[in-house]
């Protein structure tokens, strides 16, 4: 069935180094894709967003790259820092409206070494 | 006011206790949400409130009843709950009814005894 997935489920990165998290998507029919941030004992904190209509998005810090051709989403830190370790989601979301409907992937943990 | 507050923090319960699960917003959205969360796993759906009304409802057992008293309100209430409902409890809140750029509270976590 269609799938929202991640490659990895833990990434372990030195403080100061720059972070890639790696997210795959099976539905072509997404048109809306947001990574989100969860702490410990925290709800998921929305951290930037794309449409399929681009293929890159900048924030502070952080980039968002979209393959529309091989279903792949990725989120880049840089600079990471150890404020920056929390599980992160990937998600995706189909059709438009009231019948949009908005799938998680599985979560990454991302730990920053001092 | 850009939270969405969540209450209580913690919650223990037993199967045949009655308690209610609070959420508020003052941010204007206009779309809220109850998701579940068991540990190390992505939140899951389980109901949607668009303009104050039950627009979506993912099969979720009648032991877990939501309400939408006004625009800024949520609640979740739940009877004769069982241990594997123990979970933590999500309640959101978006600007548009399209589940995008969700705004989630802390949560409940709940135990279920």
């Known amino acids: 069935g269609e799938s929202v997935g991640l490659h990895l489920p833990t990434l372990s990165v030195q403080e100061g180094d720059n972070s890639i998290i790696n997210c795959a998507y099976s539905?072509?029919?997404?048109?809306?894709f947001i990574w989100y941030k969860q702490e410990s004992g925290k709800g998921p904190q929305f951290i930037i967003d794309i449409r399929s209509n681009m293929d890159k998005r900048q924030g502070q810090r952080v980039t968002v790259l979209l393959n529309k051709t091989v279903k792949h989403l990725s989120l880049q830190i840089a600079a990471t820092q150890p404020g920056d370790s929390a599980v992160y989601f990937c998600?995706?979301?189909?059709?438009?409206?009231?019948?949009?409907?908005?799938?998680f992937g599985k979560g990454i943990t991302l730990s920053v070494r001092p | 006011d850009t939270e969405v507050t969540q209450t209580p923090k913690h919650l223990v319960m037993g199967m045949t206790n009655k308690k209610s699960l609070k959420c508020e917003q003052h941010m204007g959205h206009r779309a809220m949400y109850w998701y579940k969360q068991k540990a190390k796993k992505p939140p899951e759906l389980m109901f949607v409130?668009?303009?104050?009304?039950?627009?979506i409802n993912e099969s979720v057992p009648s032991r877990f009843s939501p309400e939408c008293p006004n625009s800024s309100l949520l609640n979740l209430h739940l009877h004769a709950l069982q241990p594997e409902d123990s979970a933590l409890y999500l309640c959101?809140?978006?600007?548009?009814?399209?589940?995008?750029?969700?705004?989630f509270g802390s949560g409940t976590q709940l135990s279920v005894l």
């Open positions: 998600a995706e979301n189909t059709g438009g409206g009231a019948n949009s409907k908005l799938t």
């Open positions: 959101a809140s978006s600007p548009r009814t399209s589940q995008e750029k969700l705004f």
């Open positions: 409130y668009s303009y104050e009304k039950l627009s």
């Open positions: 539905n072509s029919a997404s048109d809306y």
